[in-house]
């Protein structure tokens, strides 16, 4: 069953001279459990794409369908309440607070879901743990390697049990052995906790151990290849 | 601690150095301003006490028509009531009477136009400390038939202490006014208007002169301090009826407090320019703080944090900014403005020749008062929380895939 519909999604800037399709009419679904890598080349749209799946950027056309709820029709409120609850992030840069340990990090997703302080503490250890960084919980990002913050991004993200997790660019930023750790935890959290990735790349391992792969070309579905198993 | 309080807290410490400079020109500012407000108060307060206690008093006692038209036919009697009014009031702490009019001052040879006072001695001195101006010979005495001469008169008139003083002038309804009087001393003012041209004798021998009766010109009243006075005047002028009216000395003399108000005017201009540049300085640190951290502020609001909340940790930000260096400022002035309370500076050369011209103490004086603190301590506040709307509108104006891409 999808839990992402989208339906003719499109996204046209209005230059000085002439309009630029970054985004044009696409149809997607994405199903529970997928790992899908969301690949073309630059200018190709990728990250448009995912920031209007991400409720970032609005669509000059379309729709976005996440569990039934078109969150393009939500006001700016409440649409940053659903990316909460729903949607977690991972950015190339990994974007962490710097005036936050690592354990601050990925508690504060779930302090603005108001959980409560314990839970919050036992998840953010626990998340963590599972991304290899136990005992980097006290550790402030400048004192981590980019691998390392990555990790705590992902950490983050999951903190909120969101129903997918969107990567732009996950690994862009990081050398071959982090970004082999990364995607494994990554692959691990998708097969074991069937939590579904979609994630923008040019990085050929990743790629590879993506089960779908959707190319973009000039904002327009090229392809949309589903791996066997 | 409050988590937005916490990361704000936090953020702000992010730049140690350029926190702590945006800090201190905060705490210059509040130090400077409120260093330079004291000063000028307490310069203020000690123009006022000296007008006050030099001559006028804080408040007077006149016949209605007396302000306008000064001669001896506008005067008015004390009668019981009037004395029971003035002494049970709660804001006046001490009163003299005076009868003044002008008359010629002669001697064998010479004659000039004076101004002559009479005075309870003793009351007089207890409101005006008229005896610490005798340069010559004594004070007056209850009953005393002499005359006091200010220094430049007699010297005019060439009279000394033991001459014959004659006095010439126009009485109550036109009726004569001649006498002669023994000179008891000589009066060297600071002043060299009264020194040039006042007679004093004692109440009931001016009476006589100008055959008044218990007639006065005017019941000078003292009170507590200048922050009592609009109470006083208030108490005082819902008990008095015509002919009686009473006037403030800010109402006798203008001059004095138009001088005060265009001072304030100029200073505040200064105070003005001072408290510009503190909040350039924070909302330059504060435009900073914002500009840097854009593409964070978009993963914010990205993952979640709703733009009011994210408003709220900028706002806490420049809030605590202004908070740190006020309150650093405030705590630096207290020590600094209680020295110069206690110590006034001394000053010298043509500044204190020109003070003591004006009859003036040669001393600079701080204010000690409440105001001289809070009125800037709100006030550079206050300027912080304008510069913090900024961040605010910039927490809600955020487009966050805008920001991502900073």
């Given at each position: 069953m999808s839990i992402i519909e989208i339906k003719n999604l499109t996204k046209i800037y209005d230059g000085s001279t002439v309009e630029v399709?970054?985004?044009?009419?696409i149809d997607l679904s994405f199903e529970q459990g997928e790992f899908t890598a969301v690949v073309g080349p630059s200018g190709s749209g990728k990250t448009t794409f995912l920031n209007m799946l991400g409720g970032l950027d609005a669509p000059t056309e379309g729709e976005v369908i996440i569990d039934n709820v078109d969150?393009?029709?939500?006001?700016s409120r409440k649409r940053i309440d659903f990316r909460l609850h729903n949607i977690g992030f991972v950015f190339q840069a990994y974007n962490?607070?710097?005036?936050?340990t690592a354990k601050e990090n990925v508690e504060l997703i779930m302090e603005l879901q108001r959980r409560p302080k314990e839970e919050r503490t036992e998840r953010a250890l626990s998340l963590l743990e599972a991304v290899g960084l136990g005992d980097r919980v006290d550790s402030r990002p400048s004192k981590l390697s980019g691998g390392q913050q990555q990790r705590v991004a992902v950490a983050r993200a999951l903190a909120s049990r969101p129903k997918f997790i969107l990567a732009d660019e996950?690994?862009?930023?990081?050398?071959s052995k982090s970004t082999e750790n990364l995607l494994d935890i990554m692959e691990n959290l998708n097969k074991e906790e069937n939590i579904t990735f979609i994630f923008s790349t040019h990085d050929a391992r990743v790629m590879k151990k993506a089960r779908r792969i959707v190319t973009l070309e000039d904002g327009k579905i090229l392809s949309d290849e589903i791996k066997q198993p | 601690m409050n988590s937005n309080l916490k990361l704000a807290w936090r953020n702000l410490w992010r730049n140690r150095g350029r926190t702590l400079i945006t800090v201190a020109s905060v705490f210059f500012g509040v130090l400077l301003s409120t260093v330079m407000s004291s000063m000028q108060e307490g310069s203020y307060s000690s123009m006022i006490d000296n007008v006050v206690r030099f001559y006028s008093g804080y408040m007077q006692i006149h016949h209605e028509n007396y302000w306008e038209d000064k001669t001896i036919n506008n005067t008015f009697v004390v009668n019981d009531s009037l004395l029971e009014i003035i002494q049970n009031d709660?804001?006046?702490t001490n009163y003299t009477p005076r009868l003044e009019t002008f008359a010629l001052a002669s001697s064998e040879d010479k004659t000039r136009g004076s101004m002559v006072i009479g005075i309870d001695p003793e009351r007089e001195n207890s409101v005006t400390?008229?005896?610490?101006?005798?340069?010559k010979g004594e004070y007056l005495k209850l009953r005393d038939d002499g005359v006091l001469l200010g220094y430049d008169l007699a010297k005019y008139i060439d009279l000394d202490v033991g001459d014959t003083l004659v006095l010439v002038g126009q009485g109550y309804h036109g009726i004569s006014a001649f006498g002669k009087y023994p000179v008891r001393g000589i009066l060297k003012f600071a002043s060299p208007d009264l020194n040039r041209q006042t007679v004093y004798m004692e109440l009931s021998n001016a009476q006589r002169l100008y055959g008044t009766?218990?007639?006065?010109t005017a019941m000078v009243l003292m009170i507590e301090?200048?922050?009592m006075l609009n109470r006083a005047m208030k108490s005082l002028k819902k008990k008095l009826f015509p002919p009686y009216s009473v006037m403030s000395w800010s109402e006798m003399s203008p001059e004095i407090l138009q001088l005060i108000e265009g001072d304030r005017a100029g200073a505040a201009m200064t105070k003005g320019i001072l408290y510009l540049l503190v909040g350039f300085g924070i909302f330059g640190t504060v435009m900073m703080m914002v500009l840097e951290r854009r593409r964070e502020l978009g993963v914010l609001v990205a993952i979640g944090m709703q733009k009011g909340k994210l408003a709220l940790i900028l706002f806490y930000e420049t809030i605590l900014i202004g908070l740190i260096g006020v309150l650093a400022g405030f705590a630096g002035s207290v020590p600094v403005i209680a020295y110069f309370f206690n110590h006034p500076i001394v000053l010298s050369g043509s500044a204190a020749e020109t003070m003591i011209q004006m009859g003036l103490e040669p001393l600079m004086y701080f204010s000690w008062a409440p105001e001289v603190f809070y009125v800037q301590v709100i006030t550079v506040f206050a300027m912080t929380v304008v510069v913090a709307f900024y961040p605010v509108s910039k927490a809600f104006g955020l487009k966050v895939h805008e920001a991502l891409r900073a």
């Open positions: 399709r970054a985004v044009d009419h969150i393009w029709q939500l006001n962490l607070l710097p005036v936050l996950p690994t862009a930023n990081l050398d | 709660p804001y006046i400390q008229l005896k610490k101006w005798i340069n009766g218990n007639r006065l301090s200048q922050d």
